[in-house]
């Protein structure tokens, strides 16, 4: 969710010279509707989307130039990142005075505007489109948001579970119902939308947590469904009630991060559908006018109509999980969630094939990988791989669902196929990489890492996973330049705090430019919440720089406040074992490396290889 906290004229009529262009230049092609109805209704374009995890990827074209955007209702106006703005080479000037975006979390940043010349979207280029320009990177490979000023030109139809997405053109369809897949045996449900306001055109109605009322907004970009403490806290559910278990950080546009957590609800109601004993993921989150964000999780479950044109949204359940719950960090997953009987369920429901070309099936493959259905994401991969056998993109896939269903000789094939096809392809460079480093063989994946850094552009965003590929294959020098390139070029980014720590620690590994070491400490310890696992690490990452300089004390003062957070760190509980006997406190220092070890049998050895002793 990206917002403005001040609207400015000129962007209104930006979006309008080009939409006004799209919809001219789009030939409409006529949906099927009841023999009785007057309504005729022209689909004006489609763009194809591939899901990469929980993010919907189209293709569009700036100067000439194919890239990837994050399809983002909850944007209010397309962006661009810094970096990707540098990358392709925009020129930027300063947005109006006081002008700013919001994220969901509270992050906020300032923006520029880049103007694109030739902005190509659906086949139709597009001349003198303006973009925002700020905060966080939005990751798989994308430059960029594409917002509610495009989405929002006339009804627009949300088919994620089958790879697409359709701006459609109403003429004389007050009164029909415009879920028009749906029959006689398909149910739908229809909810009052908000009217726009201003630039504010997000889509928002009502729905029943606990039977308490409160609004939602529906966000393709947010990542994932999650409900605000507040709502929560309204429903009778809070961080620290019976069944909740903290559930990793999330982040928006900023750099500010926040918790979220998976908590346990007796129901959950939206239109005619409800989930009974059911999860959801909480988060403080801030809304101005909503309590709820539903993510592309609950999109890939449903198919959604939103006609702006009667201020109502259909939708019909397509099956599968409605909320994705995994547990980021690397937390344990929480239970599945009972549902009732005659609602949407957690049990996977294999898609329907429509169309068995290659495009279609890996859209819809990648759509049901996203939702945890892997066997039929697998199947849909290998029927496009097959018709398909010289598109890189298909095996690439297919590789990264094997890999998700724990199968690495079959991901590792796919990973080969597809760099044979195209050797520079950053991604599956990395994922192959990655991949080698899981099986032991660190020299090919370091060759992936090195051919990758070769390809990407300097302010290229996988820059971010390359440090942290180099520092897995214990290349440290090489992750210090990858983190120096991705710092330099994300600024503002939520993950720079991170990144920081990030430097800090390899430097602190290598035992070399500690005062340099400490600086990006004490920067990113700025930047985090004090009651974060993020700033437990970052303490962590300073009291090895501390001991490596002999400030022991210091050292011990930083090791406490990380472990009161993360009790059973083992590089934690060893470096202040070491730190306890420098300082001749034997019985502690002793205590200490014994917990360590018994949770960590090999950390000994980590410890001696950097060349730190007790």
């Not at 809070?238 to 909740?244: A, I, M, N, Q, T």
């Not at 007796?266 to 004993?277: M, P, T, V």
């Not at 056998?389 to 669902?401: I, K």
């Not at 970052?538 to 009291?543: E, F, G, K, Q, T």
Request: with cysteine; net charge neutral.
């Amino acid at each position: 969710m990206i917002r403005t906290r001040k609207s400015g004229s000129r962007f209104d009529r930006s979006a309008h010279s080009c939409l006004v262009a799209l919809v001219l230049a789009a030939a409409v092609q006529p949906v099927a509707l009841s023999a009785e109805s007057h309504c005729k209704l022209g689909e004006m374009a489609e763009f194809p989307i591939t899901m990469r995890g929980l993010r919907p990827l189209m293709t569009a074209g700036i100067n000439g130039t194919d890239v990837q955007f994050v399809l983002d209702s909850g944007a209010f106006y397309s962006t661009l990142s810094p970096a990707s703005a540098s990358e392709l080479k925009l020129e930027t000037h300063y947005g109006p005075f006081g002008f700013y975006m919001q994220g969901a979390g509270g992050g906020r940043a300032d923006v520029s505007i880049a103007t694109v010349k030739t902005f190509t979207l659906a086949g139709v280029p597009l001349k003198n489109v303006d973009f925002l320009v700020g905060g966080t990177d939005f990751g798989s490979g994308s430059v960029g948001l594409l917002g509610q000023n495009v989405l929002h030109i006339g009804d627009v139809e949300y088919d994620l579970g089958n790879g697409a997405v359709r701006l459609m053109r109403p003429i004389d369809c007050r009164n029909t119902v415009l879920a028009y897949w749906a029959n006689a045996s398909t149910p739908y449900s229809v909810l009052s939308i908000d009217a726009p306001n201003g630039l504010d055109r997000h889509t928002g109605g009502i729905a029943y947590v606990n039977g308490t009322e409160i609004r939602v907004e529906f966000d393709t970009g947010a990542g994932g469904s999650v409900l605000s403490l507040r709502a929560a806290a309204r429903a009778g559910v809070k961080p620290d009630s019976p069944g909740v278990v903290y559930a990793g950080d999330s982040y928006g546009i900023g750099k500010t991060t926040y918790p979220t957590y998976i908590a346990p609800f007796a129901s959950f109601k939206i239109g005619e559908e409800e989930i009974k004993n059911t999860k959801l993921r909480i988060g403080d989150i801030d809304l101005p006018n909503a309590d709820m964000l539903l993510g592309p999780d609950f999109f890939l479950s449903h198919r959604i109509y939103v006609a702006n044109s009667q201020r109502k949204l259909y939708f019909t359940y397509n099956g599968g999980p409605v909320f994705n719950l995994a547990v980021r960090q690397r937390a344990a997953d929480p239970a599945a969630p009972a549902q009732a009987s005659s609602s949407p369920t957690n049990e996977a429901v294999p898609a329907v094939l429509h169309d068995q070309e290659a495009a279609e099936l890996s859209r819809r493959g990648t759509a049901a990988a996203a939702r945890g259905d892997l066997e039929d994401a697998i199947a849909d991969l290998t029927k496009a791989c097959e018709l398909a056998p010289e598109a890189s993109e298909y095996f690439y896939q297919r590789g990264l669902t094997y890999l998700q269903n724990k199968q690495q000789d079959l991901a590792l094939t796919d990973f080969d196929r597809a760099l044979a096809l195209r050797s520079n392809d950053v991604q599956a460079l990395i994922a192959r990489a990655n991949l080698l480093f899981r099986r032991g063989d660190n020299s090919r994946a370091a060759a992936d890492l090195d051919a990758a850094d070769a390809a990407a552009a300097k302010e290229s965003d996988f820059r971010y996973q390359m440090a942290h590929g180099y520092e897995a294959a214990n290349l440290l020098g090489s992750a210090i330049k990858q983190y120096d390139l991705w710092i330099e070029s994300h600024p503002v980014d939520a993950r720079y705090p991170a990144a920081l720590n990030g430097r800090c620690w390899v430097r602190a590994l290598q035992g070399e430019e500690l005062p340099l070491a400490l600086k990006d400490c004490n920067a990113a310890a700025r930047g985090v919440q004090k009651s974060s696992p993020e700033f437990a690490k970052i303490l962590d990452s300073r009291a090895l720089v501390l001991l490596r300089m002999g400030n022991f004390d210091k050292s011990i003062a930083d090791y406490n406040a990380s472990l009161k957070i993360n009790p059973k760190n083992p590089w934690g509980l060893y470096g202040r074992g070491v730190d306890e006997l420098r300082e001749k406190k034997v019985s502690e220092g002793q205590a200490d490396i014994a917990r360590a070890e018994a949770v960590s049998p090999h950390i000994a050895d980590e410890f001696n290889r950097r060349g730190i002793t007790p």
